[in-house]
């Protein structure tokens, strides 16, 4: 019989510390391995990942809220999660379109790395900031470095102007269809569906359709079970049925070509 004095004591013995984030990931990936064929792992990001949301005056409140709500809110659901801030030209406070006052997180020169770039609509998306050429510079760089880049409404706009919409699928507010197509040719335009995914952009209709591509991209990185907890806190059903969020995702090394 082994001398269990030698055993070091429960008060001393070595502990074994396993991360939320990964326990939940294989968890996820447990479950999915289950799923039907259409159904794909959860990225599982390490790190808590940053999530930049350009703010200038006369940016729309739905734009920049629904997706801003829905990301802070992976915080309560999974670790590591997204940490949300907001950044403008000279991170001098902002007006709403609708009036709301807001001193931006940060400015663009003192603004830290982007994992996700947001760029939500404004007043302005299809006019004075497309020949904001500080604005568009900033974002080109930006999101040729940041892992995702989410446009919600006429912020595809933005992003086309830029060029990082160049060769893609992507959508835009509805009323807005034919003047996107008319100004970026080099953009194939998806219609009367809630998001694009291509690759790592996303660009959505706006509106309440913002939450959409929130949900979708948080489900991308942590699966359906972290989004789910997300839905919950929010309302918002998921994983949503087939009918109610058309969307397509044209994959580039992150997912396999999909319809919604």
């Known amino acids: 019989m082994p001398d269990r004095s030698l055993l070091p ?3 001393t013995r070595p502990t074994f510390t396993v991360p939320l984030a990964l326990v939940a990931c294989l968890l996820v990936a447990a479950a999915q391995a289950a799923t039907a064929a259409d159904d794909h792992p959860a990225l599982c990001p390490e790190h808590t990942l940053s999530a930049a949301f350009v703010v200038v005056d006369g940016v729309y409140n739905s734009e920049l809220m629904a997706p801003y709500d829905v990301l802070q809110h992976t915080r309560f659901h999974t670790d590591p999660w997204i940490d949300v801030f907001t950044v403008s030209p000279d ?18 020169d003192d603004a830290p790395p982007v994992d996700i770039l947001v760029v939500p609509s404004a007043e302005g998306s299809m006019t ?4 904001d050429e500080r604005l568009i510079a900033w974002i080109r760089r930006t999101g040729d470095q940041a892992r995702f880049v989410v446009s919600l409404c006429d912020g ?8 990082l919409l160049d060769g893609r699928s992507a959508t835009t507010f ?3 269809y034919q003047a996107f197509a008319d100004r970026f040719p080099a953009v194939e335009l998806k219609i009367n569906i809630s998001f694009v995914q291509d690759g790592r ?13 929130a949900m979708h991209l948080v489900d ?41």
């Open 201 to 213: 952009f996303l660009t959505s209709q706006g509106g309440a359709r913002s939450y959409d591509v």
């Open 128 to 131: 004075t900031d497309l020949d």
């Open 174 to 176: 509805p009323s807005d």
């Open 9 to 11: 004591s429960p008060a």
């Open 91 to 108: 991170g001098k406070p902002i007006t709403t379109f609708e009036g709301l006052r807001l001193t931006p997180d940060y400015s663009f």
């Open 220 to 260: 991308l990185l942590y699966g359906e079970e972290v989004t789910a907890g997300v839905g919950r806190g929010l309302i918002i059903p998921w994983p949503p049925k087939r009918e109610t969020m058309p969307s397509i995702v044209v994959d580039h090394g992150v997912r396999e070509t999909r319809e919604r």
């Open 156 to 163: 595809a706009f933005v992003l086309a102007r830029a060029g």
